[in-house]
């Protein structure tokens, strides 16, 4: 059976880079039928938070993604120290009393002469009853992986192709530090070799650590996985994409509303080529039938923000069923401050759904749908002052009263106003746009007086008018 994971460490904000290596690992287990492990890589305890273990799985649960297996390191440091204790039994590994200073002093003499560090060895070569002794004085000891000499690890990864590194510069490294904790290259082939994971799949920038793992595998007599390394996302610049670029965490789209199935689309398209050209929209279900690792591309995608704003408006306007985009609605409604019976809401994104790429830009659009007061902008109040607008609204009032306010009517209103004061069609839109909206920009007055309750509308008008303190006669 198929086996892949993700192994997030809870060090902050879900990236989008992460978030990709997430989806495409969870799709690649759903396509073959196979389990998808979720595991929090929480070793480094200084860095590693709960708060940012909660936000993790939250973000994915937001994105769709659904884990078999959960995980969490820091609950099995036991597991660690046995095989650590193994690898020493089986002289594949072995302590260093070095203390920091000589590790420092080394580093130093290495830097010196202008050659690359790597750990001398001297701790190799210490015997049994050296060990012991150093041990029973209470001196603090790492563990050291014992790097063979001459030895260059190959493995062919799924996505880059064949790699050879040759390990001689390693240098033994450390397995288990001095205070007692594990580190990454050893826990993660301990727990993917006990968790049965067949495919390590995760970002390039874990290369230079797979021959690392591979030799750990090997020692400790397990099989090696198959890896496959995505490349990294760029920004516009071609840099790796970092904060730099702005918002680059899932939370950050998530809070600016745009749309999960959109933001898991997009991540997709980011390096994956569909087999069907061209085509860009794809539903889960979709990509979990469409999704091979052998289709993701091996140089590094570039992150398009508006694209992903694009696919996000997509959503929003065609791909969501009217019901799923109210409940995706209204909590961005309630977090500005606005309520409003579903059934209203429901109305009111009927007919305006194809005009916003996110929920957030989304309320702010439909402010006028919403909003008990409005508030009214600069140029709005500069038009609303003009005194063919008083007149205007006077006379919409006159001839609203005793029909019913749809968008047809209204706009036949207009059209009678602009005939009656002479004036153009601009002038009469702008006065009942200014007072309708308090802006001159966005949502249609025909739409808005189709929704917005009679009594609101008239209420809106009267309220412009009394603004400009309008003189009858
Ligand atoms: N915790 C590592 C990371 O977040 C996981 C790397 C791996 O998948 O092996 O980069």
Known sequence: ?????????????????????????????????????????????????????????????????????????????????????????????????????????????????????????????????????????????????????????????????????????????????????????????????????????????????????????????????????????????????SKRHGAVS??????????????????????????????????KEELIALFKLEDVNSSPAVFNRDKLLWLSGLYIREVLSLDRLVDEFIPFLNEAGYRAEKEYVRRVLEKTRDSFETLKCGVERLKPFFAEELEYSEEALMVLENESSARVLWLFLQMAQDVELSGERVKAIAKEIQKRLGLKAKDVWHALRASLTGELEGVGVDILCDILPKERVLSRLTKALNLVGFQQG
């Open 250 to 283: 899932v939370r950050n789209y998530r809070e600016e509303g745009v749309v999960a199935e959109a933001l898991l689309n997009y991540l997709c398209l980011l390096g994956w080529s569909p087999p069907e050209e061209g085509r860009e929209v794809f539903s």
């Open 1 to 241: 059976m198929v086996v892949s994971r993700f192994a997030p460490s809870p060090t902050g904000y879900l990236h989008l880079g992460n978030a990709r290596t997430a989806i495409f690992s969870y799709l690649f287990a759903r396509h073959h039928g196979g389990k998808f492990i979720l595991r929090v890589e929480d070793t480094d305890r200084e860095r590693s938070t709960k708060e940012f273990e909660r936000m993790l799985l939250e973000d994915l649960t937001w994105l769709g993604i659904e884990w078999d297996e959960f995980y969490r390191q820091s609950d099995r440091f036991d597991v660690y120290k046995h095989y650590a204790e193994k690898l020493i039994e089986s002289g594949h590994a072995y302590p260093c009393f070095c203390s920091v200073e000589e590790l420092e002093e080394e580093r130093k003499r290495a830097e010196e002469k202008g050659i690359p560090y790597r750990y001398s060895g001297k701790c190799r070569v210490l015997t049994k009853e050296e060990m012991e002794r150093l041990k029973k004085e209470g001196k603090p000891y790492a563990v050291r992986f014992r790097v063979p000499d001459g030895r260059v690890v190959v493995f062919e990864d799924i996505i880059k192709g064949h790699i050879a590194i040759n390990v001689d510069d390693f240098g033994d490294f450390v397995i288990v530090r001095s205070d007692g904790t594990p580190t990454y290259n050893f826990v993660v082939v301990v727990d993917d070799a006990l968790m049965g994971v067949t495919h390590v799949i995760r970002g390039e920038d874990h290369i230079p650590n797979t021959p690392k793992q591979i030799l750990i595998y090997e020692a400790l007599g397990f099989p090696v996985p198959k890896f496959a390394h995505l490349p990294v996302i760029l920004g516009e610049d071609r840099s790796k994409l």
